[in-house]
């Protein structure tokens, strides 16, 4: 695939670059529509997103060139180069956390539950960002045939794609992408339910999440290495069970202690 989306003069505008804004967009757009139905101001909502995402590209591109520095000692100013690849969404959510959890903390706000609003919309931008991945050549899975690929009802533009330097790969791309998507349907569901608790919804996001990627990441022939152990495997099993544990531990609480359903009544000043 091109992974030039068009050209303006000498500067390339690339389709990795505009799926993970359109990602960033979406996900504004669903995070803000939650908040409002919470009753949080979109001033506050706005900021706090700001600074998540500024955080979380960081952490993402840190956490890249950790475990890639190979590619970069030798011309480290290509560590600003994130247009062309090379972001780790576990390094995104290490520190989009943090960041979160220290704004929310500035100015009084429950951080789950506004962790709970964002993940949403995190599924979301994911699912659309991992389209980046197919325009730019990478993160695909292990060689495979077109005839395998096309048992899988994928669509011929997709396996056309994944016919790189002759041979056929599996679009781990595409699998991610589309277990984020029903992660997203799942999510919008749950926090309809009566009895959820402030945190829980994270808690799914971390389980569901963390268990596509676990399996997904077998396919995966650029998987950042720890030794011989793949670097989002360990991350995801540990999220996974942090997240379980979490879910086990909410659900203790009083059946109408700690509602998601209970609107923000407290005003927030900036």
């Not at 979406?26 to 706090?48: M, T």
């Amino acid at each position: 695939m091109n992974p030039v989306m068009f050209s303006i003069g000498n500067f390339d505008i690339k389709w990795y670059s505009v799926l993970i804004l359109l990602g960033v967009i979406a996900g504004y757009i669903l995070l803000q529509k939650e908040a409002k139905r919470h009753n949080y101001p979109s001033d506050f909502v706005f900021n706090l997103f700001f600074w998540t995402l500024i955080a979380g590209f960081i952490g993402a591109r840190i956490y890249y060139v950790i475990f890639n520095w190979s590619l970069y000692q030798a011309d480290p100013l290509s560590i600003f180069k994130i247009w062309e690849g090379g972001l780790a969404i576990h390094g995104g959510i290490i520190l989009g956390f943090f960041t979160m959890a220290l704004y929310c903390k500035k100015y009084q706000v429950n951080t789950f539950k506004m962790t709970d609003m964002a993940s949403i919309s995190v599924l979301l931008a994911q699912a659309i960002g991992r389209w980046g991945n197919f325009f730019n050549g990478e993160a695909h899975g292990i060689e495979t045939t077109a005839a395998i690929l096309q048992g899988y009802h994928i669509p011929t533009f997709i396996v056309e794609g994944m016919y790189i330097n002759g041979h056929y790969y599996h679009p781990t791309f595409l699998y991610e992408s589309l277990w984020c998507l029903i992660g997203v349907i799942i999510l919008l569901i749950v926090r309809h339910y009566k009895y959820l608790k402030v945190g829980q919804l994270t808690c799914i996001y971390l389980m569901w999440y963390s268990f596509g990627r676990f399996f997904i990441e077998t396919l995966r022939t650029d998987s950042l290495m720890l030794g011989g152990f793949r670097v989002a495997q360990i991350i995801s099993l540990i999220l996974f069970v942090i997240g379980l544990l979490c879910f086990m531990v909410l659900s203790r609480k009083s059946k109408f202690e700690g509602l998601y359903s209970e609107e923000n009544h407290e005003s927030i000043r900036f």
